[in-house]
């Protein structure tokens, strides 16, 4: 029955049906699939839920201050001190930043939108340092919601004007920092995709031996990724979904990915029956029946972990699990609908020089993994015991992991022009005024809290408090950068001082509180979602491989390899890299990736083992699943670990770090994992593997004859 559906998508008439559908799909797709950047919401406020301290405090604050406001920090430095000129061109470029798009005059009860050395004083903001070589204008912005995307030409302008001979000027302050974030991501549907793309085609060339084969692969991979960043766009504009700058470099690298990971297999077990059948439409009808089920699971696999995110607080987290669902799906759907119609409509031609002949030898029987396997037969135990303490040793790694969060300095991988800025203020004894902490209270204990909120370490004394509608906003400089552990001190000391003030039910706000609530939301996340992620792939495997044990067994393979890779990965970003530290969310979603993408290795191994066992027994099979797949299943993981390395072409910490421990995951996964740990295991436990099922009750162990025979599947 499963075959007849195989060979229906791809027979003589409808392979053309499901191309011109597919051309169709994606050209309607393109339409919408660049449009997907003009909806990012980078904006760390967003990224928090509606429970969060700063949250509920934003929600008060529109009364005293427009949410909306991006204060910016022009920053002037001469080496050897400002002129009288220097601070009279200061003066006349205030005026004209003043009638820039996005800054209006705010209400009398709150400071002008341009604060200029010379109005400096009038409101306590600190602009020229005491030797006399820095300066500073405030210019506050604001867009309305659309703030963040409009910042990077607003920055554009105030450089423009802002240019003086002999002065270093520098865009700073949470407006400074938003532009270079947009420039961090800017290359993201460009040049991360032409990089990932230009990685994955070299190794289909050097995998396949085809001077043409790759297109296929590579122009599937295409139309997946323009589907799904088209359905994502119209979810992200008219269904509220949370996309960012960090969820959309992952998409990319994930479905072409992912994607090629299944066309690799795919067209390994095509070459197979293409050998034993003369007609190409029946032999992908034989592949199809035999490599979908896999690849479904595996893609089953991916997208129920990745949905497994919604479950977080974290807003930016929790959409990153549809994102990451629908591209998998999508490319799913390509890769075993128009892939197949594709190589049959070219033919065995598609594979030249090596072109795959009907009852021709397979070469795989003879190869590499053939030897590996070999090897392990003799000594099962032995071999998968110490492989499982190197492993372990490795995890050791693990004690010089930090997630306590970077410093704004620390996030990129280069420094960017607000980090510059922001170093030149602290260096001349100039507090940035742009990163405040904000604290909403009942109106009757407003002095009490602003009493309570002075002399706190880290934090200048605050401003007398500002009253609306039974609610006192009170408002203080905090002396650190914004992300900073000295600024996440200062906010906690904040909180439990305004905390403390009976009747008062102050909330804590302000850009260092966002950034503090989003620490603890990200902990939180990886407490609550990394469990339910191993319960959902243990369940996955029951179903497929009708097992117990073997879910348990590549459950815990899988984690140890996670725990291995990201113990090397920690090692190499304190020692090699020079990194400050880690985002707190980096564990998380490290793990998702490994754990989702490292048990689809596994998922291609065992569902052959289970195959080849039912004619074969566990012991031969295993031989034979290893023997067939080790090629494509390591040509996959040296693909996938190659686009999630290209990660490390945008200059954000974050990505640079995931990138590299998913590589090494990855890598672990298919060279050491799949195809020493699990196959010597699979030797060692024979029949057993499949307790409780009674698949293999006359498993026995191979003699030293078996092992020396020719290992062929049986059909």
Known sequence: MHRKIAGSLTGPATKWIVLIAWLAVAAGSSMFASKLIDVQNNEASSWLPASAESTRALDKLGAFQDVNAIPTLV??????????????????????????????????????????????????????????????????????????????????????????????????????????????????????????????????????????LWVLPIMCAGIALFTSEALIYLLAKYADLTVNGQSQAILTILVIGAGTDYALLLVARYREELRRHEDRHEAMAYALHRAA????????????????????????????????????SVTFLV??????????????????????????????????????????????????????????????????????????????????????????????????QSNTVAVVANAAQGDAVAAAMTGIDGVENPKAPLVKDDVAFIEAAIDADPSSPAAFEAVSSVRE??????????????????????????????????????????LILVALLRSVLAPLILVGTVVLSFGAALGISSVLFKYVFGFAGSDPGFPLFSFVFLVALGIDYNIFLMTRVREETMHLGTRRGSLVALTST?????????????????????????????????????????????SVLVTAINMDLGGRIWWPSTLDSEDHHLSAAEIQEPIETVH
């Not at 903001?125 to 210019?139: K, L, M, N, Y």
């Not at 699971?297 to 669902?325: H, K, Q, R």
């Not at 260092?512 to 992620?533: E, G, H, R, W």
Request: glycine share 10%.
């Open 335 to 432: 890769m075993v609908t128009l892939l197949p119609a594709l190589l049959v409509i070219t033919g065995r031609w598609i594979f030249w020089p090596r072109r795959p002949g009907f009852r021709s030898p397979e070469p795989t029987q003879t190869g590499l993994w053939a030897k590996v396997g070999r090897r392990i037969v003799p000594r099962p135990r032995r071999v998968w015991v110490g492989t499982s303490l190197i492993l372990a040793v490795c995890c050791l790694g693990l004690f010089t992991l930090d997630t306590n969060g970077l410093a704004t300095e620390d996030t990129y991988t280069k420094e960017f022009e607000s980090i510059t800025g922001q170093k030149v203020l602290v260096e001349h004894d100039l507090v940035d």
């Open 293 to 328: 089920p896999a690849i479904f699971a595996s893609a089953a696999t991916v997208v129920l972990g990745m949905m497994c995110l919604l479950f977080a607080e974290m807003n930016s987290t929790a959409g990153l699990g549809p994102v990451a669902a629908i591209g998998i």
């Open 497 to 538: 001082a305004v905390h403390a003030v009976d009747g008062a039910g102050a909330l804590v706000g302000g850009a260092s509180a966002f950034y503090l609530d989003t620490k603890q939301a990200a902990n939180a996340d990886n407490v609550l979602i990394i469990p339910i992620i191993l319960l959902v792939v243990f």
């Open 630 to 674: 080790g090629g494509v299943i390591t040509s996959a993981g040296l693909v996938l670990a190659a686009t999630f390395l290209v990660l490390g072409t945008i200059p954000v910490v974050f990505l640079a770090q995931l990138g590299v421990a998913v590589a090494l995951g990855v890598i672990l996964d298919t060279m050491i994992v799949r």
């Open 75 to 212: 920053v002037y430095e001469r080496t050897g001190g400002l002129t009288e000129a220097d601070l009279a061109a200061i003066e006349a470029q205030a005026v004209e930043f003043a009638g820039l798009d996005g800054i209006d005059e705010p209400a009398a009860d709150r400071p002008p939108a341009v604060v200029s050395p010379a109005t400096a004083e009038q409101i306590g903001f600190p602009a020229v340092s005491g030797d006399g070589e820095v300066a500073q204008t405030q210019v506050t912005f604001d867009f309305g919601k659309d703030g963040w995307n409009a910042l990077p030409d607003a920055a554009d302008e105030i450089r423009g004007i802002a240019e003086m001979d002999g002065v270093n000027v520098y865009i700073a302050g949470l407006g400074g920092q938003a532009a270079d974030a947009a420039e961090a991501f800017g290359g993201i549907d460009t040049t991360l995709l032409f990089a990932t793309l230009g990685v994955v085609i070299l190794i289909l060339l050097f995998t396949y031996r085809s001077p043409i």
